[in-house]
């Protein structure tokens, strides 16, 4: 994506607070002093076979957006690809699987928009709000910084696993639970702390988007290997070769911003999950150290998801990245 946009000048104007500049997770427009308008587009193809819970978790993922940047969802339109061989009932459950979830966020389901495909896609255009003075971007980082991840990796593995068919039960009910799991509640508290950057991980995985949000904030950061919570069975699925091609990728086009303290932690299992790419993954926090402990506390405290802290924000170095 990054060089098919290279051709695309960048449009500037006095009330875009955020475009594309930083690989941000969605775009932000000033209305007035007190309003801005938060702006995002996602969907994707089936992760698992029920069609409710895909629907769930595909709006899940695209009301992410909004949370990262500092804001909440008020409409989310459908964006529908869907075959005609297949029985519109199963549309139907995808349908109230997106609605019921945009619902729990509090935002309005306001119609959509589809068209026949050879295989189901299902995603939502969502439209947030924020005050101008709220908005939280990838690019604010800063030296000293802890930073909080509020959902464990491995989404990517274990939907390899689903889609072979290999998957144990209790592996799949709980990475549908995390993968469903609104980042609302990750980001209720924000209004509370002092939060300098946000995203989320999803696609480029924790390593890409820490790259983006270090790149952003002119940073190097410092990720504690020892405290990355993984989901239950990533390792197992991961040991027996269960990889999607989305982690070579990862690892092709953002391996070369790493410093490895340990060459052995090349070829390890949790080397790949950390470039495994996410379906609906959680938040990545930057905040001050004495926040970020508040933070931990009230996530720890309020939902069933925990939270870890995974690393922290130095001076930039040689590159962006460092594993410990």
């Known amino acids: 994506m990054a060089k098919a946009l290279e051709k695309i000048p960048q449009k500037y104007h006095e009330n875009l607070i955020v475009g594309y500049e930083h690989s941000d997770d969605a775009a932000v427009y000033k209305i007035d002093n007190d309003k801005a308008l ?18 769930s978790i595909a709006a899940a993922n695209s009301l992410s957006d909004i949370y990262a940047m500092g804001g909440k969802p008020i409409l989310a339109m ?7 061989c297949l029985d519109m009932e199963i549309l139907g459950e995808i349908l109230r699987g997106g609605y019921e979830k945009v619902a729990e966020s509090g935002a309005i389901l306001v119609g959509g928009h589809s ?43 274990l939907n390899t696993a689903i889609k072979g068919d290999i998957i144990e039960k209790s592996h799949y009910e709980e990475v549908v639970k995390i993968m469903s799991h609104l980042n609302m509640y990750a980001a209720i508290p924000f209004e509370k702390l002092k939060v300098h950057a946000v995203t989320d991980i999803t696609g480029f995985g924790l390593i890409g988007h820490i790259v983006e949000m270090a790149k952003g ?60 790419p996410q379906t609906s993954g959680g938040l990545l926090v930057s905040l001050p150290e004495s926040e970020a402990i508040e933070y931990m506390k009230i996530l720890n405290s309020t939902q069933a998801i925990k939270c870890e802290l995974i690393g922290r924000v130095t001076s930039k170095k040689d590159k962006y990245i460092v594993l410990e």
């Open 38 to 55: 938060i702006q995002t587009l996602d969907f994707f193809t089936p992760v698992v076979d029920d069609p409710y819970l895909f629907g």
């Open 78 to 84: 459908n964006i529908v690809c869907f075959p005609n």
């Open 115 to 157: 068209v026949e495909d050879d295989e189901p896609k299902y995603g939502l255009s969502v439209t947030g709000m924020t005050n101008p003075k709220n908005v939280l971007t990838n690019a604010g980082a800063k030296e000293g910084d802890l930073l909080v991840l509020t959902k464990p990796l491995g989404s990517g593995i």
């Open 217 to 276: 904030s002119n940073t190097t950061i410092v990720i504690e290997t020892k405290t990355i919570p993984v989901i239950d069975g990533a390792f197992d699925y991961a040991k027996m070769g269960i990889i999607p091609a989305g982690m070579y990728n990862n690892r092709e086009y953002f391996e070369h911003e790493v410093i490895y303290q340990n060459d052995k932690f090349k070829s390890s299992i949790l080397c790949d999950i950390l470039y495994d």
